[in-house]
């Protein structure tokens, strides 16, 4: 049985990146194996590492959850669940921080980031062991599989890693995760024509409303070519986003266009725009419809599940190592 796990962190709105690079393979997979579990949660605690702000973070929670209910996932078939309900996510960190080298942390790539960003007053210890805290996210629960872009290639390696090395001290007691990265949108371009990110703020958001993308349209730079010169399409971040959201014959009429040169960057970010509010709107409107106090029963309902399952690991590492006499 397929035990398939993935969270967005709830530290701004959810965009075409996360839709693509983990909602929509969670749905896709489920869809193909329908007798797997899916395990879609908010991490919460991820999100504190860099959102202080309690307003923000509990709406980004509510907004989150929502999201996740308006884009498919099915609350009777799906366990939907936050984090921070689960008290048992820190005690199993204590653990594996201890069975973690420092080396091994300092090669984190989130990490190498967040160094050359910022400075050492500005870094925490909570970036520091952010894929602890992950691989926890995924060991604790027996996921099989674990859908990532690019960027979280990594840390789910991290999280094979520590199941192994702790299966090897202390006997079997995780499952190893297998990782699951999808060729054709491994990493989803903003419109910036860098990777889609809330941290360089060139989201196109499920919560923008139609002005605001039109706007965010506007702006994806393009080259100089003129309206009637060929384009490469492979070269244009606003195909690059077009093609996630058409059909594979307007694929097929539109790399034609771009190549016989009868498509101007215009007519290009038009056609974006257009698509873009049609594939919106039915998850917008889905979004709007979800009453809040739903979402918060949902939410602590899923995590007396959740902690049932996080306290039976917690319980059989503890007897391993030897805290429970
Ligand atoms: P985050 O927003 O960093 O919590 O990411 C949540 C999930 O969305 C992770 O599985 C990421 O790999 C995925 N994701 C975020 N941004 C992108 C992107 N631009 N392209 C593909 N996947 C992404």
């Given at each position: 049985?397929?035990?398939?796990?993935?969270?967005i962190?709830?530290?701004?709105?959810?965009?075409?990146g996360?839709?693509?690079?983990?909602?929509?393979?969670?749905?896709?997979?489920?869809?193909?194996?329908?007798?797997?579990?899916?395990?879609?949660?908010i991490?919460?605690?991820?999100?504190?590492?860099?959102l202080?702000?309690?307003?923000?973070l509990?709406?980004?929670?509510l907004?989150?959850?929502?999201?996740?209910?308006?884009?498919?996932?099915?609350?009777?078939r799906?366990?939907?669940?936050?984090?921070?309900?689960?008290?048992?996510?820190?005690?199993?960190?204590?653990?594996?921080?201890?069975?973690?080298?420092?080396?091994?942390?300092?090669?984190?790539?989130?990490?190498?980031?967040?160094?050359?960003?910022?400075?050492?007053?500005?870094?925490?210890?909570?970036?520091?062991?952010?894929p602890?805290?992950?691989?926890?996210d995924?060991?604790?629960?027996?996921?099989?599989?674990?859908p990532?872009?690019?960027?979280?290639?990594?840390?789910?390696?991290?999280?094979?890693?520590?199941?192994?090395?702790?299966?090897?001290?202390?006997?079997?007691?995780?499952?190893?995760?297998?990782?699951?990265?999808?060729?054709?949108?491994?990493?989803?371009?903003g419109?910036?024509?860098?990777?889609?990110?809330?941290?360089?703020?060139?989201?196109?958001?499920?919560?923008?409303?139609?002005?605001?993308?039109?706007?965010?349209?506007?702006?994806i730079?393009?080259?100089?070519?003129?309206?009637?010169?060929?384009?490469?399409?492979?070269?244009?971040?606003?195909y690059?986003?077009?093609?996630?959201?058409?059909?594979?014959?307007?694929?097929?009429?539109?790399?034609?266009?771009?190549?016989?040169?009868?498509?101007?960057?215009?007519?290009?970010?038009?056609?974006l725009?257009?698509k873009?509010?049609?594939?919106?709107?039915?998850?917008?409107?889905?979004?709007?419809?979800?009453?809040?106090?739903?979402?918060?029963?949902?939410?602590?309902?899923?995590?007396?599940?959740?902690?049932?399952?996080?306290?039976?690991?917690?319980?059989?590492?503890?007897?391993?190592?030897?805290f429970?006499?």
């Amino acid at each position: 049985m397929k035990r398939i796990l993935t969270g967005i962190k709830p530290t701004g709105d959810i965009h075409v990146g996360n839709y693509f690079g983990a909602i929509k393979p969670i749905i896709d997979l489920w869809a193909k194996h329908p007798d797997s579990e899916i395990y879609l949660f908010i991490p919460s605690m991820h999100a504190f590492t860099t959102l202080h702000d309690p307003d923000r973070l509990r709406t980004n929670i509510l907004n989150g959850m929502k999201m996740y209910l308006a884009m498919g996932a099915d609350p009777d078939r799906f366990m939907i669940y936050d984090q921070s309900y689960i008290a048992w996510h820190a005690q199993l960190t204590r653990v594996l921080q201890c069975l973690t080298h420092m080396g091994f942390m300092e090669r984190m790539h989130v990490y190498k980031d967040a160094v050359a960003k910022w400075t050492a007053t500005d870094l925490s210890v909570g970036t520091f062991c952010y894929p602890i805290l992950m691989a926890i996210d995924i060991i604790m629960y027996d996921a099989t599989h674990v859908p990532v872009g690019k960027d979280q290639i990594q840390h789910v390696e991290f999280a094979r890693d520590i199941a192994q090395k702790f299966n090897k001290m202390f006997g079997e007691t995780f499952v190893v995760p297998e990782l699951f990265v999808r060729k054709e949108v491994q990493t989803i371009i903003g419109t910036d024509g860098r990777k889609m990110s809330k941290s360089y703020n060139n989201v196109l958001s499920f919560l923008d409303d139609e002005n605001t993308l039109l706007k965010k349209v506007k702006k994806i730079p393009t080259s100089m070519l003129g309206i009637d010169e060929p384009k490469n399409p492979d070269e244009c971040n606003v195909y690059g986003i077009t093609k996630l959201i058409i059909t594979e014959e307007e694929d097929a009429m539109l790399r034609d266009k771009y190549l016989a040169g009868w498509l101007s960057f215009k007519r290009a970010k038009d056609y974006l725009y257009e698509k873009l509010v049609a594939f919106m709107s039915p998850i917008q409107s889905k979004f709007a419809a979800l009453d809040d106090d739903y979402v918060r029963k949902l939410l602590t309902e899923n995590a007396e599940k959740a902690n049932i399952i996080a306290e039976k690991k917690v319980k059989d590492v503890y007897q391993k190592i030897g805290f429970t006499l």
